[in-house]
């Protein structure tokens, strides 16, 4: 079992920057594919970003590319998104999940999730 606790979600201006958080709780948490995820208001979830277990590769949704950037610190037990020039469309609950296959985008193959942080972008 593997608990993921997000923070570092909040309230920012169009342009402005936040720095998600995601703590594991488990000490194999190198072994963890991990990614985030957004979801917005009547819409799908939708991936926004995901990294090796080794920080390796990396995929990032198109529409967060060059803005976003997804990182970890496997002494940590944290991953991390960077995200930059804020648009109101990134506003969603952003969640983080780890997988035990190798990493992907696919929402299905993602074995634990944290219970999410707010993101809101305002205009």
């Known amino acids: 079992q593997v608990q993921l606790v997000e923070s570092g979600g909040g309230l920012v201006q169009a342009g402005g920057s936040l720095r998600l958080s995601c703590a594991a709780s488990?000490?194999?948490?190198?072994?963890?594919?991990m990614a985030w995820f957004r979801q917005a208001p009547g819409k799908e979830r939708e991936s926004v970003a995901a990294?090796?277990?080794?920080?390796?590769?990396?995929y990032y949704a198109d529409s967060v590319k060059g803005r976003f950037n997804i990182s970890r610190d496997n002494a940590k037990k944290t991953v991390y998104l960077q995200m930059n020039s804020l648009k109101p469309e990134d506003t969603a609950v952003y969640y983080c999940?780890?997988?035990?296959?190798?990493?992907?985008?696919?929402?299905?193959?993602?074995?634990?999730w944290g219970q999410g942080t707010q993101v809101t972008v305002s205009s």
């Open positions: 990294i090796s277990w080794s920080g390796g590769t990396t």
């Open positions: 488990r000490r194999t948490f190198s072994r963890y594919a």
């Open positions: 999940a780890a997988s035990d296959h190798e990493v992907t985008t696919t929402a299905i193959l993602y074995n634990y």
